[in-house]
DNA sequence: ACGGGTATGTCAGTTACTGACATCAACCGT
DNA sequence: ACGGTTGATGTCAGTAACTGACATACCCGT
């Protein structure tokens, strides 16, 4: 049904297709349709838990002497690295976001859902409060800096550029800032 | 129609109240109600182009030499200070906010906005990319923090915080993490 | 064969929102 | 005073996102 529903978007826009077009190319019922998604944009956003838990455990498994915003940058590393290697799909995806603000929301709360976590895994380091929403959700932001970097690079020929990479970028930019 | 609105909200909740409840309370057609307000949702956000606003111009209005974070954070104070003298009034909204998924989407796409003019602010003051984006979302951040914890501050008697003296507390957070 | 669980179809209903058109009052120039 | 314009509102019909209730089909272990 994710495939039906992106090439659906691409097609004809996310306003202008309706849940019933959607379930009707999958092969389903509308009605299966939001058994499956909670509500018309989810489907854009399946592999968000995923990600979330990722980096959370992540920032788990960091070695322990790292700083708090080091250990986030290390689980928003790892999330995002589980989009290595589906750059083409992304950039769809992201143009289909872009071009409609209720998506954008969603967007902005899953974000924030894997910052939310992100601070609880900080805590469970032993990082106290506020430092741990503060270096969870900066990690956050360097990642959306990152990532959206990753999508527009320009990729002629020799220097395909790795998320990894891009957000490290991004943490070099944020330190600089102090 | 917004007082009308956050009574209902309060009273039976924000997903129990309709469109037309509200309209019907505040004497006036549903259909007006959406002449006013894009959406249900909206009639909570109604501020926030006026605080975008402010926190544009403070940037602008903010010493030359002042680092692109100081900045960004001397127009979310500038922001936050228009809440001053509206504590219960904003408790009251952040609790319905939190309550729901819904509204919590709005008030990230909301502040989004506001970092996302903030950085355009200090485009305008010369500061390149990402450093702009960075600097205004982590600003936007610390002013997030900064607010959740004027909200929460127990006033027993004698230590009324300001909104700024927050927003400042979080800063200096947000600076010890490097 | 049987019973239980899980995925799906069917259908009716609610509600958020929108477009088209009518009405009405304030206001403006002559 | 009068006709015209403008802006806010009411009315009504329609679309589409969901939701709950119920029926049906399939699959699996016994």
Redesign the pocket.
Known sequence: MIRAAVELFVERGF???????I?ERA????????????????VLFDGSKTMERTAYDAILAAPADLSPLDAALAGVVAGGSLLEGRRDHAIRRSKIIAANPSLQERELLKLAAMADTAAEALRTRGVAEPAASLAAHSAVTVFQVGFAHWLSAEVPAEEPQDVATCIAQAAAALRALT
Request: glycine content about 8%; proline content about 0%; aromatic content about 12%.
């Open positions: 306003e202008q297709t309706t849940a019933g077009d379930a092969g389903v019922t509308e009605r299966t349709f939001f058994r499956h998604f909670a509500d018309k944009r989810e």
